[in-house]
């Protein structure tokens, strides 16, 4: 597709790529179909993808994991998940693994990793974060939720929304305020999971797209979470929350790159075989044209990708370049996916046609993890300081 040749990756990244290539053909793509109409992958494909080592590549040696420190592995595992237009998988994948499970390796006590990263690792266990709530999304120092001091646990009341991987999940990382007085220097972060008592879950939400994401509602009521499973120090969540979306706003541009590519690769095959007035659709100055505009943006947005990708794998990503990477990655998904429907025709509005799920899927990517209007707000500031 691309005639900027790529050169980020090593021999031994081409192999991987392979490997879970041939993965995610056998058992994510035959099964996908199946899942959206369950509002959920099985817990059979986390097991078989902590049976391969795609899980949790950068967990330490001595809880089982491989201890992969090159992130451009974990951009493969982003980038092939999303080729395959499975965007539930896509999506809810690599949230555990390069989101909740950084919380937890880099704040987490020692008997918190050694309880719960193995079974992240194996897939035991389906980690989910839990920040945003009913009356506070992208402004996190909203949150009601609290988690009161009781001496020799925490005692934590509240609920939370939208949350990805929810009703699997059996850790969640939670945000709490245990001094709601300081704002956000009042809020902090703990470990939950499915043995407390007190913590239930919604059933899945009938969303417009991500049909195969299992996206609920989480509730804690009188929840003793023991001091253990406090996630660094109090007060300090909100720090710590900033510092990590970082690489969960680049973690949504690398699902988006790749899911605008294969919508728009699967429409250069379907207008090359489409006839209309006595000719192939691809035939038509409109489609080039279009086809030519989307291409060499994608090219570009590709480019800017591996270049941030590489910048992370150094740890020289900032929070503004991610918000950069989010908000120009989800908004060019979003073009491609509308762009592609209108050149399938009626055909691009049918649900049967993967286009017309992968439109509806990508809508939501510039919500979440911080609407776009919080990144351009965040990328402002930068330029301004």
């Known amino acids: ?38 509002k959920q992958v099985t817990r059979e494909s986390w097991k078989k993808l902590g049976e391969n080592g795609f899980l949790c590549l950068q ?22 998940l999303g080729l395959s237009g499975c965007s539930g998988p896509a999506i809810g994948y690599p949230l555990h693994s390069d989101i909740v499970f950084p919380y937890i390796h ?18 035991d266990y389906i980690g989910a974060i839990a920040m945003t709530e009913p009356g506070a999304g992208s402004d996190l120092q909203a949150i009601r939720s609290t988690a009161e001091d009781k001496g020799d646990h925490y005692l934590l009341n509240g609920s939370k929304t ?31 999971d499915k043995e407390m008592s007190g913590f239930t879950k919604g059933i899945p939400f009938d ?14 009521e009188d929840v003793r979470v023991p001091k253990e499973n406090l996630l660094g120090n109090v007060g300090e969540g909100f720090k710590y929350l900033m510092t990590e979306l970082a690489q969960e706003r680049l973690i949504v541009a690398l699902a988006a790159i790749a899911l605008a590519e294969t919508t728009f690769l699967s429409t250069v095959e379907y207008v090359k075989n489409r006839p209309a007035f006595g000719k192939m659709v691809s035939d038509f100055q409109n489609t ?8 060499a943006k994608l090219e570009q947005g590709r480019i800017y990708a ?54 509806a899927d990508a809508r939501v990517q510039r919500i979440y993890a911080g609407t776009n209007e919080i990144m351009k707000e965040l990328i402002a500031r930068k330029i301004l300081d």
């Open 1 to 38: 597709m691309y005639s900027v040749p790529r050169t980020i990756f090593t021999e031994e990244h081409d192999m991987f790529r392979q490997s879970l290539r041939d993965f995610i053909a056998k058992e994510i793509i035959p099964n996908n179909a199946q899942w959206e109409k369950d």
């Open 59 to 80: 967990a330490p040696e001595q809880y089982g994991g491989l201890e992969i420190l090159d992130f451009r592995y974990n951009a493969i595992f982003i980038e092939e």
């Open 106 to 123: 880099h704040y987490g006590s020692e008997p918190a990793k050694s309880k719960y990263i193995p079974k992240m690792i194996s897939g």
């Open 162 to 192: 939208f949350i990805t991987n929810g009703f699997l999940c059996d850790v969640a990382v939670v945000a709490a305020k245990t001094d709601p007085s300081k704002g956000a220097k009042g809020i902090s972060l703990f470990i939950v």
């Open 207 to 220: 969303k417009v797209g991500l049909h195969a994401q299992d996206t609920c509602e989480l509730f804690f």
């Open 288 to 295: 080039r044209f279009k086809l030519a505009e989307m291409g």
């Open 306 to 359: 591996d270049q941030l990708v590489m910048l992370h794998n150094s740890n020289k990503l900032d929070g503004a370049m991610a918000s950069s990477a989010k908000y120009l990655m989800t908004e060019l998904q979003c073009n491609v996916s509308d762009e592609c429907v209108q050149l399938h025709g009626g055909y691009g509005y049918m649900w049967d046609y993967a286009v017309a799920r992968a439109f």
